[in-house]
């Protein structure tokens, strides 16, 4: 008996239910012992700090909305299973060149499977890192706290704390703040 072959593919999903359909293709596939032929079935998401009620909070984000990647052995039965499922829009097909009107589910190359799995790799053993980079002098808006909106510019880097020393000009003296990354937003 031959090794399956096993590939990546793309579902398209409906926009916000990318979770629902990854449990839903994972208890489909259980129900129909087809565990050896869809082994795994991934949304890649990342991890970002936001800013809610004043507090910096860290939220996963899904790094390709309304999609989800199944590793499988695509034979009829696995697809019209996938298919069924409640939200699936359809598999990701290659466009076709000739005039064959019937789109076949499109396996991603290797090279790019490995880099969307290697990024998601990162983002796990990643720690809290800042996502956007400040340089001193910089200008910067305020886009949290109690001087929300006003404009000031970088004057030191607190790199170990995540904070940043900036200069805004209130009733038109310059004054002295202390904020975190996420409390501001280049201009």
Known sequence: MSEPKLRWYIVRVQGGK??????YIQKEVRRAGKEEQVPQVLI?????YQVKNGKRVLVEKICYSQYVFVQAELTGEIQHLIR???FVAGFLTKEARSKDTKKEPYPLPEAEINQILGKVDEMI?????SATSFVV???VKVIDGPFNGFNGNILEILEDKKKLKVEVKIFGR????????????KE
């Open 18 to 23: 990318e979770k629902k359909v990854q449990e």
């Open 44 to 48: 890649p998401t990342e991890k970002v």
């Open 84 to 86: 069924e499922i409640p």
């Open 125 to 129: 053993d990643a720690e809290e890192e």
């Open 137 to 139: 002098g910089e200008p």
């Open 174 to 185: 310059p004054t002295t703040m202390e904020l975190n990354f996420v409390q501001v937003t």
